[in-house]
């Protein structure tokens, strides 16, 4: 048995299977073999009885990743389902064709006046371009090469533009009412640190309170700076500390903090999300040392401007990293709008090819605003020159998952993913995956029973309040790579989750 690393044994796993299906070649309809054996495997099918959820319950596809397309398991692979964060896949496969690996954001500074001697005489215009992950680190390298160009005082005002994108005003606790989870943030052509405040306690024993840092500094936002301590067990710390969100100009804590949790961390969303760019920005802006006369606002940038700066963001391959691996929803959302700025081509022939440099972007549409509408029309137009009508396209909504409507088939997902084979990125695409027992959200696969899939399944995972999937690739014991792909929709369905580690493992077991 090898005595490598798990780590690097999982690497090198996803090394070779990416190469294998660079290899790959043009793939046919998957072949109509009828389900082996009496039903699902019986490991499959106990961890549905204990978790009280019928069969019926279940849909799943595997298949192999080779060209005959030979399939080991077939279970209302037709039915469309609600596949939560699993839909993910669809945005980022899209991406990855149309857009290329190396496609970039921008973010980009502009200026109506002229700089002189440090100082800025006018405005400063910010426009966003949909940056997915415009955290604070990059905003201070931003605002660094700003002030290295000589603004560091700005006799104007601090105007962000966030035109570029046309999103819906929308509740954040809508879905689930959970209005405070970051995940639940609205996507925005500046997005700014996931509009999301960071909040860490740090007992201090001696004078028997907590104290609390807050990040990123927000202008007009007051925090307590301490919270006394308890002697409770640490348990659900959260609301322990009653922390009050109700005044977009303070943050209060009325409760007391477990001395025992130590130092701990709490994302939480901004409680006025649509003043958050505008706090964030002036607060950064002044932590960095610079000056600014006039106000941080919201508006729209005027046509005789000069660029001051560009803010180039990560680069797609990586991004889709947090998207897939990490199931970061609004980045997801991000994705998916920019692919709206894409006009429809005229040709019906599928992308599959390397963007060149710059040619993604040359290719977006400024005057085209990214809408939710032209974003669906944009990619169910691509599945189509993609899979022509042989497989359904996705009901798709804002291409994250995190919706009650999206719905795709389990051979819809497996087609995507056998596509994705023969792509010359697939091996950016697998990388993005978890990692079954390993990385991700499916850290927590492969335990037990099931141990099999551990470091030999890459997969995403989707889990709703009824929802519960998983779709990706597995290297089984035979040598060969499968697509496995599983949905449970039912009220039960998050109890369900150990038949789908099951059938990773099933799958990762197969014989010759």
């Known amino acids: 048995m090898s005595k490598c690393p798990l780590f690097l044994q999982s690497l090198s796993r996803v090394r070779v299977l990416a190469l294998w299906l660079l290899a790959g070649v043009a793939l046919p309809a998957f072949a ?80 109506d006046g002229a700089v002189d001697n440090g100082v800025l005489r006018g405005n400063l215009y910010v426009r966003g371009g949909g940056d997915p992950k415009l955290v604070l680190e990059r905003i201070h390298e931003a605002y660094a090469a700003l002030q290295a160009k000589g603004v560091r005082l700005i006799l104007g005002d601090m105007v962000l533009d966030h035109s570029a994108f046309e999103v819906p ?28 405040v960071i909040l860490t306690f740090q007992p201090d024993m001696a004078n028997g309170v907590a104290r609390v840092i807050s990040e990123p500094p927000l202008a007009g936002l007051a925090i307590d700076a301490t919270v006394p301590l308890s002697r409770t067990a640490c348990g659900d710390w959260r609301s322990a500390v009653l922390a009050r969100f109700d005044d977009p100009n303070a943050i209060r804590f009325e409760g007391r903090y477990p001395q025992n949790c130590g130092e701990l961390k709490w994302p939480v969303a901004y409680q006025q999300p649509t003043s958050y760019a505008a706090r964030a920005m002036e607060g950064l802006w002044r932590a960095s040392g610079g000056a600014i006369t006039g106000i941080v606002r919201d508006g729209t940038m005027p046509a005789e401007v000069q660029l001051l700066h560009e803010a180039r963001s990560l680069p797609l391959s990586e991004v889709i990293v947090d998207v897939n691996r990490w199931s970061n929803n609004v980045m997801a959302q991000q994705v998916f709008l920019t692919l709206g700025q894409l006009a429809v ?120 309040r009824d929802v519960t999937g998983i779709a990706g690739y597995v290297n089984a014991a035979n040598g060969a790579q499968y697509v496995v792909v599983g949905f449970v929709n039912h009220p039960n369905a998050p109890a369900a989750r150990p038949a789908l580690d099951a059938l990773l493992a099933w799958t990762a077991a197969l014989p010759d």
Not at 184 to 193: F, R
């Open 32 to 111: 109509q073999t009828p389900l082996l054996g009496a039903g699902l495997p019986p490991a499959v099918a106990e961890a549905l009885k204990r978790a009280q959820v019928p069969a019926t319950a279940l849909s799943a596809l595997v298949v192999s990743v080779a060209p005959d397309a030979h399939e080991r398991l077939r279970y209302q692979a037709g039915v469309p389902v609600n596949p939560a964060s699993v839909m993910k896949l669809v945005t980022t496969y899209a991406a990855l064709d149309m857009l290329g690996a190396d496609f970039t954001w921008n973010t980009r500074f502009y200026t």
């Open 169 to 196: 005003h929308t509740d954040p606790g809508a879905f689930d009412g959970e209005a405070l989870r970051p995940y639940n943030a609205s996507p925005d052509a500046l997005l700014v640190n996931f509009k999301s």
């Open 345 to 464: 081509p005229q040709t019906a022939t599928p992308m599959l090819t390397v963007m060149a440099p710059g040619s993604a972007a040359d290719r977006l549409v400024p005057s085209r605003p990214a809408r939710f509408e032209h974003s669906r029309e944009v990619v169910t137009d691509w599945w189509k020159r993609t899979f022509g009508r042989r497989v359904p396209a996705p009901l798709l909504e804002n291409g994250s998952g995190l919706s009650r409507d999206e719905r795709i088939t389990p051979e819809g997902l497996a087609a995507l993913l056998r596509h994705a084979a023969r792509h010359p990125q697939s091996a950016q695409f697998v990388q993005s995956l978890s990692v079954a027992g390993v990385s991700g959200t499916g850290a927590k696969l492969g335990q037990g029973s099931n141990r099999a899939a551990r470091g030999n399944a890459f997969v995403k995972t989707g889990t709703l």
